[in-house]
């Protein structure tokens, strides 16, 4: 029988930054959102420092963690400059990521099999500082296998493959994408990986995402902050809540039957 542990939901505000800084000024203001996100029942914040500032700041950082008392959930490159910045603020989680300057989102997963060494030395000292290392990856075998040699705790899979097939219409892409991630959360798991998700979910696309029974967490953003815009953002962290548990719901009912 397969079991299924209660699935968190760490909620990305990167993008209420992204708004504020097309402005400039406070508002609207990342560390609102991250309090508001806990008050409508998010398990974690998750926040990504990138090296160009282009949304979240070194400031939003110390404002989010002052704010809430849900864990932070801290997405960083494997640089120097944001081992240090993760060390002296020894987040619950942190998260790494691949980041190109040119790139408009996280465009694919870290290439944590051609450069196990050097990931391997860089999550060290976050490890032994205490924080949950996560490492952002496409559902690969190669870099899965990759991530459990380094280490890593935990995983965190990549769905904006499914998800951009989804939104095209591709839907012959979009399911084998889903299987991959199928297949890839089990290698994950049966090798002692902690499994999460993310990227580009959606209410459309969260269902056979969150009844994978190996995912524990799902972190999602940019759909959330854009739905916040047309029935603010309680109301719409509360339905994706509601749709993770009814996928959750009816994935148990199914495999255990
Ligand atoms: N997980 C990781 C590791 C990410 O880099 C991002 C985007 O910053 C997300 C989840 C959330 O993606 P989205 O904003 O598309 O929901």
Request: net charge negative; aromatic share 4%; hydrophobic share 45%.
């Amino acid at each position: 029988m397969q079991s299924f542990s209660k699935l968190r939901l760490g909620i990305n505000i990167d993008h209420v930054a992204t708004v504020r800084n097309a402005r400039g000024g406070t508002t609207p203001d990342p560390a609102r959102a991250a309090k508001l996100a806990q008050a409508a029942g998010a398990d974690g914040i998750t926040a990504h420092l990138r090296e160009d500032r282009r949304h979240i700041t070194d400031s939003d950082i110390d404002a989010i963690l002052e704010a809430i008392d849900i864990p932070l959930n801290f997405e960083m490159a494997a640089t120097e400059e944001m081992q240090k910045i993760a060390l002296r603020h020894t987040p619950h989680a942190v998260c790494i990521v691949p980041e190109k300057r040119e790139e408009r989102t996280t465009e694919g997963g870290l290439e944590v099999a051609r450069e196990e060494n050097r990931i391997a030395h860089f999550i060290a000292p976050l490890r032994e500082a205490g924080c949950r290392v996560s490492i952002f990856i496409a559902a690969e075998q190669r870099q899965i296998e990759a991530a459990a040699r380094i280490g890593a705790p935990v995983v965190e899979l990549h769905t904006g493959a499914y998800c951009d097939a989804h939104a095209e219409g591709r839907l012959k892409d979009r399911d084998a994408e889903l299987v991959k991630l199928r297949n890839m959360a089990t290698l994950a798991q049966e090798l002692g990986l902690e499994v999460h998700a993310g990227h580009g979910l959606t209410y459309d696309t969260v269902h056979p995402i969150a009844a994978l029974p190996e995912v524990v967490e799902l972190n999602i953003g940019h759909f959330l902050i854009g739905e916040a815009i047309f029935s603010g953002l309680d109301s719409a962290i509360r339905r994706m809540r509601v749709l993770m548990d009814e996928a959750r719901n009816d994935a148990s009912g199914i495999i255990v039957a």
